[in-house]
């Protein structure tokens, strides 16, 4: 069984339910073998997200998703005494999205968990379909 938390934050009138989001989140996690662990979800609106990516990314426009890793790859190997590993946070705007939003929130699971679509050569996004292909 596995033992992932996720705390969501959806934003007043975002009008997003979680329960999938967190419901496939938890699927990838034990599918990619994090059978515990902790991260953060949050639902934003476009002036939101524009404002987190300016911030943390020096590009103050809107995006359908980011990721802030904490612990990163090692959650993969983690010990499983002590606490459970931080894997960070998911932050989705709907508005902006292309694809479905339980899509947008395995892309950010993977960045947290240290892939990198920008400099891999196919890897996340491959894994990404495969992931997405496989969910209930």
Known sequence: LSRVHAACAARAGEGVDTTPLVERLTWACGRLGVERASLGLMVVGPDEMAAINGEHRGKPTPTDVLAFPVDGPEALEWPAEGPPPELGDVVICPDLAQEPLETLAVHGLLHLLGYDH?????????????LVDEAP
């Open 118 to 130: 920008e400099v891999d050569a196919g890897e996340m996004l491959a894994l990404q379909d495969r």
